[in-house]
Each structure stands twice: as C-alpha cells, then as structure tokens.
C-alpha cells in the first residue's frame, strides 16, 4: 500500500495535468435539463468512463430512460471496507447567459476577486469540480502503489439538476451492484476557504410547475380587459397569497412535521458566528426574507421554505403588447425539514391553487422533483475518522453544519441500498452555483484531492 | 363628380384586385415594437405612398424618431368639407407563433370557421385591412370620376402598437398641413357582421413595465431560500394586492374621477341584448372577472381595469432550475375612463408599488402608453350624416357604442389640431386582432370599402 505522504506529493505533482483533465471536462455542455444537450450529457458520461477506465477502473455508461449514468469499479485490500462514491457530471442551464464575464463552456484558470486563482466555468464547482476531486485522489493513489487503499465504486449521475428522474429505478434494478459499506458524497461546501465542513443534515425539496389556463386564445386587453379572467392575476394572487406578513407558508398543514431545532444545536450554530449581514452582504443584501424571530442559519438550514423559482405569462418581449395571455405558469420548490411529507406537501399545495381557482379558470399540474429532509448520524465511526483526516489537511477542526440544499439521493441510498453517507464538500459560497460566473478555487480543486487522499486512508483502517 | 352608384359599382367590380394590394400590404413584417423590425415598418411605409401615389395623392413618407409617418393630401371640391382618415400600419408582435394555423406573413383568402371566406394574416383586420377599405373607396372615386368628393388627407401611423411615441411631437409640428374639418378613424369594429357600429367613447390607457431587483446576483434557492428576497415573491404579492374579492381595483386614488354611467346609456347598453356568455362564450368563458354586479358590456365600455399584460422571472425553460432570480418584471396596464387622469393614476401605481417594496429590493419603473379617456360628441351633423350612410349600405341602423380599447390619437387630435373624430370600423369581435389567426372577413373588406364611399358621399353634402 502506498504511503499516505507519496500519494499527497504525486497529487502536488500533478495539479497542472489535473486542471488540464478538469477544463476538458468542463468543456462538455452537459446541461440536463434540456433536451437540446442531450448528446452533450452522453459524451460528459463517455469521456469520465474513459478516465476512469486509464486509471484501473472497470467502468461503463449505463443507459437509463434519461441520461446515463456511470458507474466504475475498484478492488481493494481484503478487509477495507467499500465506499461508493457519488457526484454528478450534468450542470445547470447557464442563462442569463449576457451576465457571464467569459463563456461558461470555455472553462479556464483565471485570476479570481480576491487575487487567488480560479478555475472558471459551468460546472467547475456544481459538481465536475467536485467529483473530480475523488477521482484524482484515485489516480494518485493508483499512481504511486498501483491499488487503492479502499474498495471503491464510483457512482456518477447525469440528471441531478433536473430533478433525478431516473434515479430510484436505476437503484431499484442495480441494488446488489452498488451496495457497499458508506457512500461518499462531495457535493456540499466548505465553512469557508478555510474551515473545512461535514454536511449531517439536508433540507428535501418538493417542486412543481403550476399553469393557469383561461380564455381559450390570447386576448385584447382593451376589448376583453374587465371582462375575461387574467390568468397571470390568478397566478400573482395565488402565490402572493403563499406567505404572511411575518414570513410564514401559508398553505394549510405545511408546518406539519416540522419541530423546533433543539436549543443546543442553534447554540452551536450561533457560535459559528454568521450574522444576516455577513451572510446576505456578498449577495447584496442585508434582511432576512423568510420567518421573523430566527437566526440566519437556522433559516436556511432548518426552516422550510416556499419559492417561486421562475414565472411567464403574457408578452415579455421589447415594447408593450396589451395582451391578456390564455395562459400562464410558474415554477415553484418547497424545501422541506425534519419529518416533512413531500406527498403531504405537494397535495396541500395543490388544494391551496385550486381553492383559490377562479370560475372560468382551469389549472394543471406537474410534479418535478419530490424528496423528504434528511438527517444523518452525528456519531458513527466514519464520521470521526473523516473528521480527523480534514483536521488533518486543513490544520483545523471540520464544523459539523447542516446544508439549505437538498441531495436527494442521500436519502435514496438510505432506502434502496441501506447506505448512510459521509458529505464532504469543497465549494465555497462564492463560487456562485446555479449562477453565472460560476468558479472553482484551483485551492479547493487542490486541497480536495487531497482530503480525500487522507479520509480514503483513514476509512481503510476503520470499521464503517 | 362620379355618382354614388358608380362609385359602388367599381368597387364591386374590383375586389379581385383590391384584396390582391392588401395581402402584397399583410405581407410585409410591420411589427413596431420590436426593432428587429424596423427596415419591415419602413418598407409598409414606402409601399403606402406608393399605392397613394398611383391613385393620385400627393404622398410622402415622413420621417420621426421612431417609426415613419405616412401623409397624403388629395385636393377636393370647392366648399366640400376636409376629412383627415387615420390608419396605423404597423402590426402586433406574432408570438406565439406555434398557435397560428397559417403563417401570419403569408396571408391569403381562406374558408373561415363559418364557410365565410376571410384573408388570414396579422394585420388584416388591425389595421391594414381596415385602412385599405378607405383607400380602396377613394380609388374608386378616382377611378370613376377622377375626383374625390371630400377634400381628403390620409395620415398613417407606424407606431400605433407601440404606444404612438412620436405622435404627439408629429402632430405639434405639423399641425397647419394636418388640420382638417374632421377626423375620419377606421380601428373599430362592428356590432356584428350585419351591425354596423359607430364608436362614441374609448377607454385611455396607461401602461407601465415594473422591474423589482434583490440580489446582485441568481441564487441557489437551497442555499439562499428563506433567507434572501425574491422578486418573484414581490411582485407576486404586490400585483396580486392591486384587485379586491369585489374585483375592484385596491390602488389608492384610482376611481377618482370615475362617475357611474347615467342609467339611460346603461339602458341603451342593455337592450343590445350582449350577456356575459355571448360576449365571453367565443373566447371560452363565461364569469366576468371584473367588478361585481355590473353588466358585461358596462363592464368592457364603462369601467376602469387594472390588468398584467406580461410577467417573467427566473427560470421558465424546460425542466427545472431552483434558482433565487435577481430580478423580475411585469407589463401591467390601466384602462381609464371618464376623468381619470394618466399621471394621478402611474404615480399612484408607482406608490402602491414602492409602499409595498420589502428591504433589500428596489423597483424600477419603465413607462409606455399615456391616454386619458375619450368621450365623443353624440349630436354633431357628421354623426347623423355617417349614420344614414351605414344605414343605406347595411339596410340596418348602425349602433352608437363605447369601446373597452384605447386610441389616444383621436384624444390627440383634439388636442393638437382641434378636431373631433369618426370612428366607424369592420373589424369583428372574432378577428382575433392581437392574437393567433387573426383574420378579416372578405365581406368586412368589402362592405367597408362601400360603407366609406357612402360616407364620404354624404359629407361631402354636410356642413361638418
């Protein structure tokens, strides 16, 4: 087995071909949630199935209804235990596309804000930038000893921002394959640049796209205006009416599951330090928007939420147009905590647009993605063991933290594999996800080889 | 001077070739609120004083910020009275596109939904079509008799679906070569397709693009929900407040100057028989969604609106984005009537706006249209005089009505050159102006043609 202290020098060596192999990645416009990109999303799958395969992988694209996954296999010394690792090859759509400062498929090694460099791009942190972290970790561990210090299967999916349609099925069918001892996730962010982070809890995420039909063709607002029902009012009502004056979700029964966090954990989360300022300030705001009475973190970390994530109706275009649209929809997500039902949920939206249903007015449905909160041990022996090794690397202890985001999966290798998960993550708040201008500190592409390096040796010696 | 009978005669004779100049006129792309357009509006502009050119006007194509104007001046009979006719030639925008049965820019005769033949295109009914049944009338007088029975001058708008931003400069400038006895207006339309109609009344209309901005930039909505604004939710929230459970209008200050419609016009209004089912029927309603307790056609003619034209925000593609947008917007309109003022009513909408905007955002006000209501003259000789000329062509007594759309130019030319307005139009409720399909009846083109020969036969006779 190769020693810890090689495997660390050879990932140093090697940062200049990592990046190389990470902006050709990076390349690939393997945005899943349209269609348009469909092919792109393959060749994301084949080109990270090459890689694996030069390393010593067996690996494959593995076709589903959507798009594929990948998923590559590793033997490792008897009696290690085996982790299966998760992240994601698809990104999110890059509009608005005019807020880029260089192109978001053009990826590159660029002087950051702060004088540190970066590595630009879609997907350079969400979560190519991650997931090639562990990879990377492999090679270099592969490189020096020619084994891996574990037994790894790597799991990568290509429809995680598009709501993992395809994800259960594949679990259901490829169980036995899959199984192993912990998963490791890396798909979460640091404290900051430089306190490493274990994520233990997950906010679910309910989403729907809702669609308000009335007349039966665009109108004239002069001829019909008074008259004819405007479904874009009945949309604005509708979900203006989500929220009361102190913050709170509206719609009936949306609280129920829901506890108070325990007092000892918010302490915890005060004495972090975060303040609604320190939060909000990088972003350019400063007042919570959500429930009055609550700190900063609790809000997004353990408080459930209503969002509107996208809304059209009518003419947008240049110009004005005096139009009332026969129809108009929106896109709006419910992050879910604690015991939360996301079927409960869903419904009781549903109930909340339909009650409010003008006469004359008709709506339509149409479910996206659908996943409980999560909550993982805060105690099991993985857990001290990565902590260590973090601690380790960054010559600082790991926070604990929970995490405002949702990663379904986590809670779907609980279900069909009997998998509890390590999260550990390298993205930092700036690096702007889902955003243009998104970013991956070469710092965190360089240390997250290396943590991983260092939490595959500890895990070797423990029992998961 | 040609003969009435004659005059009708060749019109009959030449309807071949009358709708062979209008589909050459639908085929060019005249939207005025998309520059994309531009050299498209320009072209309808320069194919007008073409064909006023041929039939003998003194023609010209008249350049302003925008779009160009069309002026034409036709000498008359000494002591005949001079009419100015006012058309637009530019079209409303086409979106969306994939609901249209034929391309909108390929027009044609068609078999409509009756069996009625009918010219398919935008802008066949609004307004190309309608101004060419003036003109058609007035190649007829010359075709017959080399004169016209009116002093005439043709003045064509290009910016009419745009809000007519030149317009009031145009008309300041060349007020002395506009000036005329009376203005001739042919954007209405019929009671029926065996009604004609003259319009008394128009709705002023105010319009508005609101743009609230939070975040400096898009943000993940699991990393960011619950704790940073969104626009989305604003605006939602706010446009959603502007209408009570009554459907009245919350904006404070907007029904001042509203006075209730005098019980004799709302008798008149009722006899015409129009229920909500016959009026919303064709379009696939039933329920008036505006005030209470008044009648529909009250409701379209005499009652102010408050009405969102347009609204778009974050993610709208398919799929799924959870994404925190960093701003949204909306296209939202007021239809004034009696006093109500344009500038009491936008301020009021920009501080019932601003009273509701949360810290952190900010709202940015973009205004279009701006036009007071119109209430035209019941009693003057021109009026009797039309309506014994529609009288004869349609062998029924046109009726005298409101109208629920806005042409600010008739409230302009009361404005900067004196002149009261005629308002006789073709068009059908079921011309789909503004919307896919739009179509205008071969018989409405036709007719049209013949009603304005009659008219300006019995001008010509009247001391307007």
């Known amino acids: 087995m190769a020693a810890l202290a090689s495997v660390l020098d050879r990932i140093d060596a090697e940062q200049d071909a990592a990046i190389r192999r990470l902006l050709n990645l990076l390349r690939i416009k393997s945005i899943s949630t349209d269609l348009a990109y469909k092919e792109e999303c393959r060749r994301a799958a084949e080109w990270l199935v090459a890689d694996l395969t030069s390393i010593g992988f067996y690996a494959s694209v593995r076709d589903t209804n959507g798009h594929p996954m990948v998923v590559a ?107 192993a001892d912990i998963a490791l996730v890396c798909d979460t962010s640091q404290r900051d640049a430089t306190t490493p982070a274990i994520c233990v809890g997950l906010r679910g995420l309910v989403s729907e796209e809702v669609t308000i039909h009335a007349a039966s063709r665009d109108l004239h607002s002069g001829s019909y205006g008074g008259a004819a029902a405007n479904p874009i009012h009945v949309l604005a009502k509708t979900l203006g009416d989500m929220h009361d004056n102190e913050g709170r979700v509206t719609i009936p029964r949306f609280y129920d599951g829901v506890a108070e966090t325990p007092r000892q954990t918010l302490d915890s989360w005060d004495a972090l330090g975060e303040t609604a300022e320190s939060f909000l300030g990088p972003v350019g705001l400063s007042v919570p928007s959500g429930e009055k009475g609550r700190s900063i973190l609790e809000l997004v970390w353990a408080r459930p939420t ?101 990663i379904p999966v986590v809670g779907e290798f609980k279900t069909y ?13 700036d690096d702007c996800i889902h955003s243009p201008n998104e970013k991956y500190n070469v710092s965190s592409f360089h240390k997250g080889q290396r943590s991983w390096a260092r939490i595959l040796d500890v895990l070797a010696k423990t029992q998961c």
């Open 306 to 406: 209503a969002e509107i994530n996208g809304i059209s109706g009518g003419y947008t275009g240049d110009g004005f147009k005096t139009v009332i649209p026969s129809h108009a929809f929106a896109k709006v997500s419910f992050r879910l905590v604690d015991k939360q039902d996301p079927v409960t949920i869903r419904s009781a939206f549903r109930k909340f647009v339909q009650e409010r249903l003008p006469p004359d007015c008709r709506v339509e449905f149409k479910p996206h993605g659908n996943s409980p909160a999560i909550q993982l041990s805060h105690d099991r022996p993985y857990l001290t063991a990565a902590k260590s090794a973090l601690a380790e690397e960054w010559a600082k202890e790991p926070i604990i933290k929970a995490m405002g985001g949702s």
């Open 417 to 429: 594999l009997g998998l509890d998960a390590l999260l550990v993550g390298f993205a930092l708040p």
């Open 73 to 179: 296999h590793h033997e490792g010394p008897a009696g290690a235990p085996h982790v299966l690792f998760y992240g994601h090859y698809d990104v999110q759509p890059v509009d608005p596309l005019e807020l880029w400062t260089h192109d978001p498929f053009e990826p590159a090694v660029r002087e950051g804000k702060d004088g540190h460099a970066i590595i630009t791009g879609r997907g350079s942190s969400d979560d190519k930038g991650q997931l090639m972290t562990f990879v990377e970790a492999c090679r270099a561990y592969k490189a020096v000893g020619g084994m891996l210090p574990c037994k790894v299967t790597i799991f990568l999916e290509g429809e995680e921002e598009s709501g993992s349609p395809s994800m259960q099925a594949f679990l259901d069918a490829n169980a036995d394959e899959l199984k």
